[in-house]
């Protein structure tokens, strides 16, 4: 009985061994799970600090602005582009204007030259038509070839009476400046003149004296009395070139004429007889 007593005793004590060590066991590992999520956590934390995440940038101002100018630019590209077609210069255009002036020949005469002047508004003997006939490189007084007209207007990219009424002011223009006036002057010598002579007859000259230095030269009056009662019938070219430069240089009381200068004997003769009628 007393063996049979220990035995249950010792099974008991077995047991409760047992239940004590598988306590422990599951305590250990729930120590250990807690430890690996604990420092994985850790992990996790120290990679979100380091690696935060990826927000979605704003727009800045000078986004919106760069982006606002890039569209402004598209537009004003496309504007410019338009405009630039619409301006072309066209041959084929400029042929048929010219065909409402010239008919059926190469040329625009007299009558083609006034029906044209009427159009643009300008009197034939306004100096605007001679600086245009100078842009044409026109040959002879009262005529546009063909090829002039072609080879003018293409420079003035003038192709029709609307833009060449615009390029009007232009044209004045250019005779403010020196140097083109200075080869307007000598190119209306040659403009002039009869294609057979070789000098310009006086009243001609006179007309285009007046046409270029009227407004610009206050003794131009003068002179042209002077050749009116003059025995002069034609001016030669080294006279008419000389006419301007003496223009630009002398003084109105002709104080700085110098009569042993090179100057021709028609502007020594205009000199002196000036200088008589003031004294009388």
Request: aromatic share 10%.
């Amino acid at each position: 009985m007393r063996s049979h007593f220990q035995l249950n005793s010792h099974l008991t004590t077995l047991a409760n061994i047992h239940k004590i060590h598988h306590t422990l066991h599951r305590l250990n590992l729930t120590e250990d799970v807690a430890q690996e999520s604990h420092q994985s956590g850790k992990c996790v934390s120290c990679c979100s600090r380091a690696m935060p995440p990826r927000k979605k940038r704003r727009p800045s101002a000078g986004d919106d602005l760069s982006a606002k100018k890039s569209r402004q630019d598209s537009i004003f590209r496309k504007h410019d582009t338009s405009q630039i077609r619409e301006e072309t210069f066209s041959s084929k255009r400029c042929l048929e204007w010219f065909y409402e002036y010239a008919g059926c020949d190469d040329v625009v005469g007299p009558e083609g030259m006034e029906k044209f002047c009427e159009d643009i508004g300008v009197e034939p003997e306004n100096v605007v038509m001679l600086v245009l006939a100078w842009k044409l490189d026109a040959q002879s007084m009262g005529y546009f070839t063909r090829q002039e007209w072609l080879r003018g207007m293409s420079s003035l990219q003038c192709d029709s009476t609307e833009r060449l009424r615009n390029s009007l002011d232009y044209l004045r223009s250019v005779l403010n400046d020196s140097t083109s006036f200075k080869l307007i002057y000598r190119y209306a010598f040659d403009f002039a003149r009869e294609k057979d002579q070789r000098s310009l007859d006086l009243n001609t000259a006179k007309c285009m004296l007046g046409l270029l230095l009227g407004k610009t030269w206050p003794l131009f009056p003068v002179f042209n009395q002077f050749l009116e009662q003059s025995k002069y019938k034609v001016i030669n070219k080294d006279q008419w070139c000389n006419v301007l430069e003496f223009s630009r240089t002398i003084n109105l009381d002709l104080s700085n004429y110098d009569e042993d200068g090179a100057w021709p004997v028609l502007l020594d003769e205009f000199v002196e007889w000036y200088k008589e009628r003031q004294m009388s």
